[in-house]
């Protein structure tokens, strides 16, 4: 609550003294004893210095909450951006995508865009920069090309912040905002990586800002601005009268000037008394100043003393002053009740009945009761998306760096009971609406899903072990839970007749074909993603024309069953070795991989979709590591070339001399440059302390990479593998000390990291001679 608000409260509630009051001041009057003026007098020469310090200390801590508040503000805004970022719209698909083919994408964006521009009324735009495609994103303004934007130069040191999210000032990106806040916030994307792509650039309303700051001003004639470190102004509030400048730019320099340890100081200005409060910002540094004049604080103060002094002069009115006083003690209590619940009145609090407190409270606290309920319920629906999101990632193999046991511990924060449970999935896939009698109609795709997913939902509403996951694109899995000792018969014979169920309503009430796929039941959650791509392959082999048909993994076809079984460890280690150059290793794992799919595909269209995702998985791992394929530059389709090949031979030799032998290549000439950089580091490191305890794991976190992939580059490098150069090194620091030194042999061993023993043999080894020997001989001089 700012400073004005509790004043505008302050005044409200002492005008909100109804029945209960009156009838506390009556009680006062009767009960109260006959007053002297010595009562009065004491109080005032004795109380009103408290009075004074009570009046400065209230409003000391007013405006440490302005202060709190306008801070937290910018908290809120923050983490509200901070939150949007973590969105998986922005995820690293975006970094390279295509707007023009991506329509989806791009409606998507300005969605979230408008989205998150009304979710605090200080944003008045958010901007998406887009580094690769030199392309400015906004839900109001659209797609621009910044080479279409004046100021385009400013966009290309945004990313190299080491900061995730920072504030920067507006002007560098948007010269002509008259109506935006100086500082524009900017949050680089995507949300964890160490290349980022982007950024969200996020202008916020100076007008309502310099509003706020004005208001939040406690007394008419103070002052409020907010400025940075270094003394430049970020706003001044919302102030008409240019005389007021002046004052402002003394206080300033004051600031700025470090003529005042303390957060609360006091200026004189044309005759004028200030009392200065500032506040440092907790992210930005900014400071938040405000001017008061005394003589407004201290007029309340002034007001209760002749206030004071005429009671203690006029005899007869001390008894109804002191009862006036008792009433306010019994009152307090109503009286904390009214302010409490007050912090939550609308503006249009004055036409609300206070006649009775007591009434009024009642009605407050109904009106919480229904807050509290509803908020209760948006709680329960953000906790069942969170539910549906993990399922989700779950079962699409995006949670696969949980372990078992984590995966279980989160099934059952959502609810889930799963000790001693097994797993199975159902996929429902609705037909394309060419096959349907036309109720639907070329992009109605999500709406059937949702609609498709809302009749599963509630066919499963009384089954505990069932939970609906929307996939769209026309497609609904549904997960179930089974006790590990159920016979897989019966549980086959279950989730068939359940299938046949959601068959029959939803053709009733959508009028689409519908084919459900039943997996293997599992007993592992990890399984779950793999199971759901054998289900899917098993619905590849459904009959177009056939309605209602329901294909089981285990007793479909046989072959179809023993040709699910894709290679997955396989290619992860094919990856991995082609990632790190290893080329031996990577043939070795190719034709591992062309062994197996052979031995396990039986036809050749299988193997073609094989390859295919292969080869995905290939081109996404050159997008990791930053290296393009010579055919993106070419315009060549690689996927329509795989596709054309028909032999098993064709499709090896093609894809280890075009895909393999080039990503090699282009690999090595752009980490070529990079690993001698690296070792040059390292090599400078180990000349620097090579009398400590170095090893790979030491060096690895320093350089920041994996300890034998650092292994691994120093051997290509150097042709010299990391043990024997320290060794060298040691050793040729040691003859420089045997050489130039009088030192003995023992602290030589120790000076270059070696225990005595196994230093004088490993230098006899390199040397054919012992260390003193080496000395006596003379031999470097």
């Known amino acids: 609550m700012n400073v004005g608000s509790m004043f505008k409260l302050n005044n409200y509630t002492r005008s909100l003294r109804g029945n209960y009051f009156r009838k506390s001041l009556i009680f006062a009057l009767i009960i109260t004893s006959l007053p002297t003026a010595i009562i009065g007098i004491s109080t005032y020469f004795i109380g009103i210095k408290q009075v004074e310090k009570e009046v400065y200390q209230k409003n000391q801590y007013q405006l440490e909450q302005v202060f709190k508040r306008f801070d937290q503000?910018?908290?809120?805004?923050?983490?509200?951006?901070?939150?949007?970022?973590?969105?998986?719209?922005?995820?690293?698909?975006?970094?390279?995508?295509?707007?023009?083919?991506?329509?989806?994408?791009?409606?998507?964006?300005?969605?979230?865009?408008a989205v998150a521009q009304s979710s605090d009324a200080m944003i008045m735009r958010i901007d998406l920069y887009l580094e690769n495609q030199q392309l400015l994103v906004s839900n109001d303004r659209g797609a621009i090309r910044l080479k279409d934007e004046p100021n385009q130069s400013a966009y290309a040191s945004i990313l190299k912040s080491g900061e995730l999210m920072y504030w920067a000032d507006a002007e560098s990106y948007s010269p002509s905002g008259g109506s935006l806040f100086p500082q524009v916030l900017i949050h680089k994307l995507p949300f964890v990586s160490t290349r980022p792509y982007g950024a969200l650039l996020v202008y916020l309303d100076k007008n309502l800002i310099d509003k706020e700051i004005t208001h939040l001003t406690p007394y008419e004639d103070g002052i409020s601005f907010i400025m940075k470190p270094n003394g430049d102004w970020i706003t001044s509030g919302k102030e008409s009268d240019s005389a007021r400048q002046p004052l402002k730019d003394f206080i300033k320099s004051k600031v700025m000037k470090n003529e005042i340890n303390s957060d609360s100081f006091t200026v004189k200005w044309e005759g004028a008394e200030y009392s200065v409060a500032t506040a440092t910002f907790s992210r930005t540094g900014w400071r938040y100043v405000i001017a008061t004049p005394l003589s407004q604080l201290v007029e309340p103060i002034t007001l209760t003393s002749k206030l004071m002094l005429g009671v203690s002069m006029l005899g007869v009115l001390i008894a109804a002053l002191l009862s006036w006083f008792a009433s306010q003690r019994m009152y307090s209590p109503i009286k904390r009740l009214v302010q409490m619940f007050g912090g939550n009145i609308s503006s249009k609090m004055q036409?609300?009945?206070?006649?009775?407190?007591?009434?009024?409270?009642?009605?407050?606290?109904?009106?919480?009761?229904?807050?509290?309920?509803?908020?209760?319920?948006?709680?329960?629906?953000?906790?069942?998306?969170?539910?549906?999101?993990?399922?989700?990632?779950?079962?699409?193999?995006?949670?696969?760096?949980?372990?078992?046991?984590?995966?279980?511990?989160?099934?059952?924060?959502?609810?889930?009971?799963?000790?001693?449970?097994?797993?199975?999935?159902?996929?429902?896939?609705?037909?394309?609406?060419?096959?349907?009698?036309?109720?639907?109609?070329?992009?109605?795709?999500?709406?059937?899903?949702?609609?498709?997913?809302?009749?599963?939902?509630?066919?499963?509403?009384?089954?505990?072990?069932?939970?609906?996951?929307?996939?769209?694109?026309?497609?609904?899995?549904?997960?179930?839970?089974?006790?590990?000792?159920?016979?897989?018969?019966?549980?086959?014979?279950?989730?068939?007749?359940?299938?046949?169920?959601?068959?029959?309503?939803?053709?009733?009430?959508?009028?689409?074909?519908?084919?459900?796929?039943?997996?293997?039941?599992?007993?592992?959650?990890?399984?779950?993603?793999?199971?759901?791509?054998?289900?899917?392959?098993?619905?590849h082999f459904r009959n177009i024309g056939e309605h209602g048909q329901i294909l089981s993994t285990d007793d479909f076809i046989s072959y179809v069953k023993e040709n699910l079984d894709y290679p997955y460890q396989i290619e992860k280690e094919f990856i991995h070795a082609l990632q790190m150059r290893a080329e031996a290793e990577t043939i070795q794992k190719w034709n591992e991989f062309m062994l197996v799919l052979t031995q396990n595909a039986g036809k050749a269209f299988q193997i073609q979709q094989y390859m295919a995702q292969l080869l995905g998985s290939v081109l996404r791992a050159m997008m990791q590591l930053d290296v393009a394929h010579a055919s993106a530059k070419q315009g060549i389709n690689l996927y329509e070339q795989l596709f054309k090949l028909k032999e098993i031979d064709e499709i090896n030799k093609w894809f280890v001399n075009v895909v393999i032998h080039p990503f090699l290549q282009t690999l090595s000439e752009k980490q070529g440059i990079e690993m001698k950089q690296t070792i040059r580091k390292v090599k400078d490191i180990i000349d620097q302390e090579y009398m400590r305890d170095i090893s790979l794991e030491y060096l690895s976190d320093k350089i920041g990479i994996l300890p034998k992939r650092l292994s691994a580059v120093f051997a290509e490098v150097t042709n010299q593998n990391f043990i024997d150069y320290v060794t060298e090194v040691r050793l040729e620091k040691s003859k420089q000390l045997l050489r130039n030194t009088d030192l003995k042999v023992t602290e030589i061993a120790a000076r270059v990291g070696y225990q005595p023993s196994y230093f004088n043999k490993l230098f006899k080894k390199s040397e054919g001679m012992t260390p003193g020997e080496y000395r006596e001989s003379g031999l470097g001089l």
């Open 73 to 113: 503000q910018f908290s809120q805004l923050e983490m509200t951006v901070d939150k949007g970022a973590a969105n998986s719209l922005f995820d690293e698909n975006l970094r390279d995508i295509n707007f023009i083919d991506e329509f989806r994408v791009i409606q998507d964006i300005y969605r979230l865009l």
């Open 351 to 539: 036409d609300e009945d206070r006649s009775d407190e007591i009434k009024y409270i009642e009605n407050k606290w109904l009106n919480i009761t229904r807050e509290s309920q509803l908020f209760q319920s948006l709680l329960e629906e953000n906790r069942y998306s969170m539910k549906k999101g993990f399922l989700l990632q779950l079962i699409q193999g995006q949670l696969y760096f949980f372990s078992e046991k984590e995966l279980r511990e989160r099934m059952e924060v959502h609810g889930w009971d799963t000790v001693d449970k097994k797993f199975a999935l159902l996929l429902i896939q609705l037909s394309p609406f060419s096959e349907t009698s036309k109720r639907f109609v070329e992009g109605d795709e999500q709406l059937v899903t949702f609609a498709a997913a809302n009749i599963i939902e509630e066919l499963s509403t009384d089954k505990v072990n069932m939970e609906t996951i929307n996939l769209h694109n026309l497609t609904v899995s549904l997960l179930v839970s089974f006790e590990q000792d159920k016979p897989k018969e019966q549980i086959k014979s279950e989730l068939f007749r359940f299938s046949n169920e959601v068959i029959t309503m939803i053709t009733k009430l959508l009028g689409v074909h519908v084919a459900v796929g039943i997996s293997r039941p599992v007993h592992e959650l990890k399984e779950l993603p793999k199971a759901l791509d054998e289900v899917k392959q098993c619905l």
